[in-house]
């Protein structure tokens, strides 16, 4: 998907809401686990009851990964289902890869071949070379970790470097790589107070934020300091919208959570 189909699918629904599907066997109700494939079975109810309400949806692919060949076609399943029924849909595969060259070749073709997502996140630790075989694939996003929503964030990203901020540099070196127009940046939610500058090295890009719910950042403060003229923003929220109840009314208490974001969202964007 391209980013003005992106921006013009956030026009349409008043949206810019973005489902983490983060799931754990342990967390959703005991009911599924009798299905053939519980993961699948709970994701379908939750694309079929929130799609109206949402612009993309987020698989971490840890969750899929943990549960081994089982859970990798439960994510094949999702996004094949998703790229069949809501092909408006913008897909992120949370995969925070990168590395050599010709390895990070291999990962993005098992992100947007394999499984055609329209986007991956990548880590920049390892520099130019590691991110440009991302970039180097038509109509597909490369989202490089920027300023994490994380405690640990503080660790390396916020240190200077030569009187800059690791994070700043990142932004700021990634924009001449090759087809950086094809770049998106996580910023989490809970760093809302570096936005403004953030905007000032990035003002057009697309920015991911997690951190919204179960992290505690604030909606509000995000759109404040990091909305641009395309709203230039995919807010996630996965726990605080996929585990809302864990009885037979799931899905509806996931809509119902979902909905209350997209309302707050319409708000935002039509004052
Ligand atoms: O900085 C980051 C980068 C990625 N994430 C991921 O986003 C979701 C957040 O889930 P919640 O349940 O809404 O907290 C999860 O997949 C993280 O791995 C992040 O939180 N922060």
Known sequence: MTTNQLVTEIRK????LCIGLDVDLNKIPKHLLKEDDPIFAF???IIDATNHLCVAYKPNTAFYEAYGIKGWQALEKTINYLNENHPEIYTIADAKRGDIGNTSTMYAKAFFEDL???SVTVAPYMGKDSVEPF???KNKHTILLALTSNQGAFDFQTKEIEGKEVY???LETSKSWKNSEKLMYVVGAT???YLADIRTIIPDS???VPGVGAQGGSLQDVCKFG?????????NSSRGIIYASSNEDFAQAAASKAEELQKEMQTILTK
């Open 227 to 235: 909305m641009n003229s395309q709203i230039g923003l995919l807010i």
């Open 206 to 208: 697309f920015l991911l």
């Open 43 to 45: 994701n379908k109810a």
């Open 191 to 193: 760093k809302a107070e």
């Open 13 to 16: 629904k008043n949206s810019f």
């Open 168 to 170: 700043k540099q990142v």
């Open 116 to 118: 055609a997502f329209d």
């Open 135 to 137: 970039l180097a694939f």
